[in-house]
């Protein structure tokens, strides 16, 4: 008598089992592994900040002036003439300059008949003037924040109060200047004040001029709308959901600069 044949293998409920045990394991591996990602690309990040904030100093030693920063929209700032003058000036990686007067009309910093200042104090990084790459590791336009005191065509400081030591002929600042930028932390502790430039990654959740505000107030003293008033937060990494705080910060600390200035020899 013939024994049937026993076909063996996987039911439904096994098969479901497994893919269900799979799931789970490959769930496990993608949440570390986002997070190494997004760590590299912010270590990224912080390097090639590094390199902007020298070739800042680097610039400022040449040029006797720190750069301007670059518009990133024509409603901002006296970005107005810079649109006017033409429309592909916004965002197109160079500093954006006008007339230091009442006009503030469209200016060419190379014009000698010319006093230039900054259109706008807080914007995009002008990476093309200073030959570096402009965006971060996610993309975005990285910001940049200057004392246009410290960016003008105008020798020495117009701060009377705290700098009263005579002007240096094509130095755009005094040895005694101070900036008006401040950072603090999240709970409103100064970090470092006197700033006169600052570089910064919105981070991995940020996005470019025009996009949404972010809903962390950690963050927000940084976004465009409230960037203005030149104070701006550094902290610690956060990824607690309304406590968000993923923003890269490196600034050029005051007595960095004057040292540089000094030692090359610019500054007395």
Not at 68 to 78: A, E, F, I, K, R
Not at 118 to 133: D, I, M, Q, R, S
């Amino acid at each position: 008598m013939r024994i049937p044949a026993i076909h063996k293998g996987f039911t439904l409920i096994e098969l479901a089992m497994v893919l269900f045990i799979l799931a789970l394991v490959l769930g496990g591996l993608m949440s570390p592994l986002s997070s190494r990602l997004e760590q590299a690309d912010r270590e990224e990040t912080k390097e090639l900040l590094n390199q902007i904030k020298e070739s800042l100093v680097g610039y400022t030693l040449v040029n006797g002036h720190l750069p301007c920063p670059d518009c990133p929209d024509g409603s901002v700032g006296y970005c107005g003439a810079i649109d006017t003058n033409d429309p592909a000036d916004i965002a197109d990686g160079h500093e954006d300059v006008v007339v230091d007067d009442v006009s503030h009309s469209y200016a060419n910093r190379n014009d000698p008949l010319t006093v230039a200042t900054c259109a706008v104090e807080v914007g995009y990084l002008p990476f093309a003037t200073l030959g570096v790459p402009g965006d971060d590791a996610w993309d975005h336009r990285i910001i940049y924040s200057v004392d246009q005191e410290f960016a003008d065509d105008d020798d020495g400081t117009t701060d009377t109060v705290d700098c009263s030591v005579s002007a240096t002929l094509g130095i755009s600042f005094e040895i005694c200047a101070k900036g008006d930028i401040t950072v603090v932390d999240v709970s409103n502790n100064n970090v470092a004040t006197e700033v006169p430039a600052l570089v910064y990654s919105l981070g991995k959740n940020g996005q470019n001029f025009g996009g949404t505000a972010p809903g962390s107030t950690a963050e927000l003293r940084n976004w465009w709308t409230t960037a203005g008033d030149k104070k701006f937060t550094s902290d610690t990494y956060v990824q607690a959901a309304g406590s968000e705080y993923d923003d890269i910060l490196i600034w050029i600390p005051p007595s960095m600069l004057m040292y540089r200035m000094v030692t090359a020899e610019r500054l007395p």
